[in-house]
Every structure is written in C-alpha cells, then in structure tokens.
C-alpha cells in the first residue's frame, strides 16, 4: 500500500506559476511509475505528466507538454509537478499516482486505470 498526500494548490494568475507536492509513503529511489492527473468538473482524469523514478526520465501529455514538469526529491520522497505559463483551462483538481514498476515513462503510461494508488487531490484555481 502506498500513500500519497499532495500539497501546493492554490490559486494562480494566467501566466504565472504554481509548484504541487505528493509525499509519498514509500521510497522514491525506487522504481515506480508515478503521475499527476487533473479532473475537469463532470470530466474523467486525464494523464498529464508521469516519471519513471528509476532514472527520472518524464513523458507528458501533449496539452502540457514544455508548460509543466515533473520531477521527484528522493530525499524527502516527494513528487513534484511545475505549472508554468498558467492558462485559466489549467483550473482542475490535481492528483498524483503510483502504479507498479513498468518501464519508462512511455510504458507507464498516462491512463488511471494503471495507477493503483491515489492521493485526495489539490485544487488548481486560475484567472485570466
């Protein structure tokens, strides 16, 4: 079992930046799959950027793609999710995820279903 409790949301102004936090109950440094997904009102979850913590490497989706980054703090076991150049189509529910060790980034993938282990959300709020 592995617990996930982002931090970091809040609210922004289109074009500025905002840094969300996962703690994780497990060990960072070690390889697994893990993504940050965003929830529209009345929407699914879609994917928007995974690591494959065995050696950082990242995949994004294209809606994010040079905006966002992900990136993790083996340190301190935390998972981090940059949100530069704001846009107010960024105001979701963000989540971050843990699923078993499958590969790279690509293999990891961006859908839900493959992530096993949730956090309880952090609200992005953007204005124009």
């Known amino acids: 079992q592995v617990k996930l409790v982002e931090s970091g949301g809040g609210s922004g102004q289109a074009g500025g930046s905002l840094r969300l936090s996962c703690a994780a109950s497990?060990?960072?440094?070690?390889?697994?799959?893990m993504a940050w997904f965003r929830q529209f009102p009345g929407k699914e979850r879609e994917g928007v950027g995974v690591?494959?913590?065995?050696?950082?490497?990242?995949w994004y989706a294209d809606s994010v793609k040079g905006r966002f980054t992900v990136s993790q703090d083996n340190a301190n076991n935390t998972l981090y999710l940059q949100l530069n150049s704001l846009k107010p189509d960024d105001t979701a529910m963000y989540y971050c995820a843990a699923g078993p060790p499958a590969g790279p980034p690509q293999m990891c993938g961006l859908r839900s279903a493959s992530y096993p282990f949730w956090g309880q959300g952090t609200q992005v709020a953007v204005s124009s």
């Open positions: 497990t060990a960072t440094s070690h390889a697994y799959c």
């Open positions: 690591i494959w913590t065995a050696d950082r490497s990242t």
